[in-house]
């Protein structure tokens, strides 16, 4: 009716496709922001792999020296009670294994009395996180940065191995199991330890937007903001810093076992990682999509070409 009352096909339209360019806009702004990330993340990863080299087991020193690293072992629970811990805690097996050190299990409340008092800079961000597993990311950096030591996950095991072999380091770091990067489930480090410092001062710097949250924990405050930090601080104080990376499964299991809970995870962290632990299977199912929807896009393409030549064939 309206082409009969003297309208055109691009007049009625046009609504559509301003729409259409305006929603192509912001895709494309928030395309750049995720690749800009990924860039960075990437970059980290690199930088890891340079220092794969550099820095393993072998560089470990014994205690004839001052000891650097206190006899500590921070572990993080929503009481100082375990017992409610989805599976059993590994509290009973760091006791018996290191008698000698002291745990110490932090309550929810102790750190955030503890961070509101001495880190009054990390306290804002801290409150401003969305997921409990950020808070739980930097309370480690913290009760350890405060008082040196030993951090381990509930779910991190005691092994054969004797951390005290690294008591003289500053800094002692696992590999993370797909050998891409460090974790930070367990780590060692003396009190005011200076990259942890970096750390606490970059917790800004990091807390950007991601879509996909499992991304955004890992980058603001997980394993690959501890990368990411590690980077930048090497780039700068390479000399500076006696670390030790756990390299190689063998040499991890030795010391350390995680048994990864993953109880955080959320739909994108569960599909991202069944991608990654089956991701053979899922290639032959994603071959035939992608060549379906390969074919869909073509025929896409030629239905809107013919509908666009179809009011010049009409005028003809």
Known sequence: KKWQEGWSPTQVSRPFSLCLKTSAVILVLILCW?????????????????????????????????????????????????????????????KEKYPGHTLKIWSENEIRDLIEKHYPHVWPIYMNYPYNIQRADVARYVVVHYAGGIYADLDALPKEGNLDDFCDAQFVLPETSDQNGISNYFFMAEKNSDLLNVALNSLSRNNQWLILPYVRVLWSTGPLFLNSVLKRYMLKNENDLDLVILYEPNVRSKYVRHMAGRSWFKWDAKLLNKLGDDHEKILTVIMPVQQLIAIFIVCGLFVKYVFRRLPRLSRT
Do not use: M
Request: proline share 3%; hydrophobic share 30%.
């Open 34 to 94: 995720h690749l800009f990330w990924a860039y960075q993340i990437y970059g980290t990863i690199k930088v890891h792999r340079h220092w794969k080299h550099r820095f393993n087991v072998s560089d470990s020193v014994n205690c004839t020296l001052e000891r650097k690293i206190p006899n500590l072992i921070h572990q993080i629970w929503r009481t100082n009670d375990t017992s409610d811990y989805p599976t059993t805690a590994s509290t009973s097996e760091w």
